[in-house]
C-alpha cells in the first residue's frame, strides 16, 4: 500500500524543498545576485560533475544543440534566477509570498514560446484562463488592487519588483520550449522523470532523439558560469568574489544541494510514480508552504484580497496544465 503514495510524497518533499529556497536566498542579501548566481551554479557543477561524466564524455553535441544550451543558460540560469534573486531582495517591497506565487505564471510564458518557435497549437482555452491569471497576479501583488504612486507609497518598487519576479517566470517558461527543442520535442517533464526511472539499458532509447537530460543540465550549469564570470567584471562586481563569508559559502552550498538538484531528483523520482494530473495538484502546494514558511519566519500575512486572488491564481494556472496534459 505505502508504494502507492510514495510517489506523491516525493512530489510533497520537494515542493517543500522549493519552497525554503526564498528563505534561504533572503539571508545572502548582501551579495550581488549575480555572486550568487555564479557561486550556487558553480558549487552545483562540482557536485553534479562524478554523477554525470560519463555521459559528458560519451555525448557530442551539434552545433544548433550547442546554441540552444546557451540559449538556455542564458535564459534559465542566468536571467531566471538573476531576476529572482533580485525580486527576493526586494523583500522591503514586496513579499516573498507574492514572488514565489508570481512564478506560477510560468505556464503561461512556456505555452506562448511553444507557439511561436514550435509551431504548438493554441486551444482557446488558455486565453481565457491566462488573461484569468494575468489580473489574479495583479491583485496578488497588489493590496485591494491599489498601486499607491505618491512619494513614499512604495508602489513604484512594488512594480519594478513584480517585473522582476515576472522576468524570472517569462526566462524560466520560455526556457521549457528550448529545453523541448533540446531534448528531442518532447515534454521535458515526462522526459526527465523517464530517463530517471529507466533501467541503465533503456535510458538511451528514451533520449535518442535529443540530447540527455543530465548532459544538457551539466553543460547548463557550465555555460552558466561562463557567462557570469564577465559579467561580474563588466559591472563592477568582481571583488565580491572573495565576499562570501564562511556561513554566506554554506547557504550557497545548501542551495545548490537542497533546494536545487536534490529537489530536482526527488521530484523527478516521485513524478516518475505519480499520474500527471495528481503531480500537478501537489505541485500547487510549493507557493502555499512558501507562504506559510514566510508567515512564520517573516511574520507576513497576505491580505483578504490578495489570498482571493492567489486562489484564482493557482486555479487558472492548475486548468492551464490540465489542458496541457489533455492533448500531450
Do not use: C
Not at 146 to 159: H, I, M, N, P, R
Not at 187 to 196: T, Y
Amino acid at each position: 500500500m505505502l508504494k502507492n503514495y510514495t510517489g506523491p510524497i516525493f512530489i510533497l518533499i520537494a515542493a517543500t524543498l522549493w519552497a525554503f529556497d526564498g528563505l534561504i536566498r533572503q539571508h545572502l542579501y548582501t551579495l550581488p545576485p549575480i555572486t550568487i548566481i555564479f557561486f550556487e551554479h558553480l558549487i552545483g557543477l562540482a557536485l553534479l560533475f562524478p554523477f554525470v561524466h560519463k555521459y559528458i564524455f560519451s555525448t557530442k553535441l551539434t552545433k544548433r544543440e550547442w546554441w540552444l544550451v546557451v540559449l538556455i543558460a542564458i535564459l534559465s540560469g542566468l536571467f531566471g534566477t538573476l531576476w529572482f534573486t533580485t525580486a527576493l531582495g526586494k523583500v522591503h517591497f514586496i513579499t516573498i509570498s507574492v514572488v514565489f506565487l508570481l512564478q506560477k505564471l510560468q505556464p503561461i510564458f512556456a505555452i506562448t514560446s511553444a507557439r511561436i518557435f514550435l509551431k504548438e497549437k493554441l486551444d482557446q482555452r488558455y486565453v481565457k484562463w491566462a488573461v484569468l491569471a494575468i489580473i489574479a497576479a495583479y491583485f496578488v501583488t497588489f493590496k485591494n488592487g491599489y498601486v499607491d504612486f505618491s512619494a513614499g507609497g512604495g508602489g513604484k518598487e512594488t512594480l519594478i519588483a513584480a517585473l522582476y519576479a515576472l522576468g524570472a517566470a517569462f526566462a524560466w517558461g520560455s526556457s521549457t520550449t528550448f529545453s523541448k527543442m533540446l531534448l528531442g520535442k518532447v515534454d521535458p517533464v515526462r522526459s526527465r522523470a523517464r530517463d530517471f526511472a529507466a533501467s541503465p539499458s533503456d535510458r538511451g532509447a528514451a533520449t535518442s532523439n535529443g540530447v540527455d537530460f543530465k548532459v544538457s543540465t551539466f553543460y547548463r550549469f557550465l555555460v552558466t558560469i561562463i557567462v557570469a564570470l564577465p559579467v561580474l567584471f563588466l559591472f563592477g562586481k568582481g571583488s565580491s568574489l572573495s565576499a562570501p563569508t564562511t556561513s554566506q559559502f554554506g547557504l550557497l552550498a545548501l542551495i545548490a544541494v537542497s533546494t536545487g538538484m536534490v529537489a530536482l531528483l526527488i521530484y523527478y523520482k516521485g513524478l516518475a510514480k505519480t499520474p500527471v494530473h495528481i503531480s500537478t495538484i501537489l505541485e500547487l502546494t510549493f507557493p502555499f508552504v512558501a507562504i506559510l514558511l514566510d508567515f512564520i519566519v517573516n511574520h507576513t500575512v497576505l491580505a483578504p484580497s490578495q489570498w482571493l486572488a492567489a486562489i484564482v491564481l493557482v486555479f487558472s494556472i492548475y486548468q492551464i496544465a490540465r489542458l496541457r496534459e489533455s492533448i500531450t
